[in-house]
Every structure is written in structure tokens, then in C-alpha cells.
């Protein structure tokens, strides 16, 4: 496999293309991702606006593969309850197409998710006791956009949450002070 030349990629995807055209990609490639790669797409969650310019986000990149294979093992333990009553929906002869391609694909994350080169958690100091997550979701959205930008694919999860007090510990965040409020598997 050849190395990627980071700074060759573009950047110039015009805004309302990129907002219209990027996607949940599920269905992710287990090739390595280049570190700088993971910074230039957090640097573009850094630009997000946020209530009185507090910026309380960090972004935490989980490459070890211990980690992203005992992340994905609680993921997975979630995910089997989340999708049962999805899956007798699905059995209906009225359910949509579309419903039953998102199913599949968010199937084959969660059981492909220990190999995602990159697990990304978004994080956000609390206040008064309570996650920001609201504060987070702007940041999120930029690193999406910046991930199709540049080329690579990534989806939106909250479900690693049912686990959050380990997941956090695991990847070295206070569950208390700076909970972890979405992942994104890149």
C-alpha cells in the first residue's frame, strides 16, 4: 500500500456541495489513516462557533487496536438491543428500501467496527454538572464536512454512551468533568 501525501489533498470543495453531498459512511475501509489527516479534520472542528466562544470540546483519536477492539465489543453489546425492534420492522413488506440499506449498513459497522483504523470521540467539559452536548454538535459537524472534504468516510454514533463511564476511562477522559458525547468512526 502506498503512503498518503497529506498535503496534496484538497480542500477546496464548495460549501453547500459539501453539505449536500457528504453522507454517514458505514460501510469503512480498514486501510491506516495519517495521523495529520486526523489533525486537519479536528483542526476544522476547532473553527465551529460555540455559546460565548467557550470552544469546550476536545477530540480524543483511538488507534491502538486493543482499544478499538474492546470499544467495538461494549459498542456491539448496545447495538444488539438497539437494533432487534428495527429488524422486525423490517420484515414488513411495507418497510422502505432506504430503511432497510441504512439497517445493513449500520449492521456492518457494528460488526466491523473493530477494524476502523480511526475512532474518533468528541468530548466537552460539563457545566454545572451536565454535558455540553449541544455545545459539541457544531464541532461534529465540522469534522464531518472536513472528512468528506478530504476524502475519507465517517458516521455519527451516540450508542457507545451506554458504556461511556469505561469507554471514557479507557481512552483517558473524566467521565465526570469531560464526557465523551459522540464517536466518529473514520
Not at 454514533?157 to 468533568?177: V, Y
Request: aromatic share 6%.
Amino acid at each position: 500500500m502506498s503512503e498518503i501525501d497529506v498535503s496534496a489533498i484538497g480542500e477546496d470543495i464548495p460549501l453547500l456541495e459539501g453539505l449536500r453531498t457528504t453522507r454517514a459512511i458505514r460501510r469503512l475501509k480498514p486501510d491506516p489513516v495519517p495521523i495529520e489527516l486526523v489533525r486537519k479534520v479536528c483542526e476544522a472542528g476547532t473553527y465551529a462557533p460555540s455559546g460565548g466562544n467557550r470552544q469546550p470540546w476536545f477530540f480524543v483519536a483511538v488507534t491502538e487496536k486493543e482499544k478499538r477492539t474492546k470499544i467495538a465489543n461494549l459498542y456491539r453489546s448496545t447495538f444488539r438491543q438497539y437494533i432487534v425492534p428495527a429488524k422486525q420492522a423490517a420484515r414488513s413488506p411495507d418497510y422502505p428500501e432506504a430503511k432497510k440499506r441504512n439497517m445493513k449498513a449500520a449492521i456492518y459497522l457494528a460488526e466491523h467496527l473493530h477494524e476502523t483504523p480511526v475512532l474518533l470521540f468528541i468530548a466537552g467539559w460539563t457545566r454545572r454538572g451536565q454535558p455540553q452536548s449541544q455545545a459539541l454538535f457544531p464541532a461534529i459537524q465540522n469534522i464531518l464536512l472536513a472528512c468528506r472534504a478530504v476524502g475519507l468516510g465517517a458516521s455519527l454514533t451516540t450508542a457507545h454512551r451506554a458504556h461511556g463511564e469505561e469507554i471514557d476511562t479507557l481512552i483517558g477522559l473524566n467521565p465526570e468533568k469531560t464526557p465523551s458525547i459522540a464517536m466518529l468512526p473514520i
